[in-house]
C-alpha cells in the first residue's frame, strides 16, 4: 500500500491557548497532517514567501499583530503563485465588514471561534473530513 504525503496546514494564530487546544483537538482525532504554525501575519506572509513546499491549506485568524489576517488574505489573493492557495478563516471577529470583505477576496470557509474546548473538537474533526486528512479516530 502506497502512503499518501500527509497534508500541510499552516495555522497562522497569535494566541497560545488557541494553538495550544487547536492541537489539542488534532490529536484527539488523530489527525494525520504536518501542522506548522505562524504567530503573526508577517510570520505568515514570509513562510509563505520561501515557497515549497506550500501548505495545502491555511487555517487564518484575523486578529494578528504585524500584519491583519485580511492584510495576509489579500497578499494571498495578489501573489500569482499562491493565489488558489485554499484558506479558511477561523477567528473570534463575527464583524460584517471583515466578513464582507473576506468573501471578496475568496476564502474556502469562515468559522467563528468556538468557546467551548468540545465545540472546537467538533470543528476540527468536520474540517479533516472536509480537507480530507486521514484520521485514526474516524466517526468521532
Known amino acids: 500500500m502506497i502512503e499518501r504525503p500527509r497534508p500541510r496546514v499552516l495555522l497562522v494564530e497569535d494566541d497560545e491557548s488557541d494553538v495550544l487546544f487547536f492541537k489539542r483537538a488534532l490529536d484527539s ?3 494525520q497532517v504536518e501542522l506548522e ?6 510570520s505568515a506572509v514570509q513562510r509563505l514567501s520561501r515557497g515549497e513546499p506550500l501548505p495545502d491549506r ?3 485568524d484575523l486578529k494578528l ?3 491583519s489576517g485580511l492584510e495576509v488574505l489579500a497578499w494571498i489573493r495578489s501573489n500569482p503563485a499562491l493565489k488558489d492557495l485554499s484558506v479558511t478563516i477561523l477567528t473570534s471577529s463575527g464583524e460584517p465588514s471583515d466578513l464582507a470583505r473576506i468573501q471578496e477576496l475568496g476564502i474556502e470557509e ?13 470543528i476540527v474533526g468536520a474540517l479533516c ?5 486521514p484520521t485514526t479516530t474516524a466517526g468521532l
Do not use: C, F, M, T
Not at 37 to 42: C, K, N, P, T, Y
Not at 129 to 133: L, M, P, Q, V, Y
Open 58 to 60: 491555511v487555517l487564518l
Open 129 to 133: 473530513r472536509n480537507w480530507d486528512i
Open 110 to 122: 469562515y468559522i467563528v471561534k468556538p468557546v467551548s474546548y468540545q465545540a472546537l473538537r467538533e
Open 65 to 67: 499583530p504585524r500584519r
Open 37 to 42: 504554525i505562524a504567530r503573526d501575519g508577517e
Open 29 to 31: 482525532h488523530g489527525a
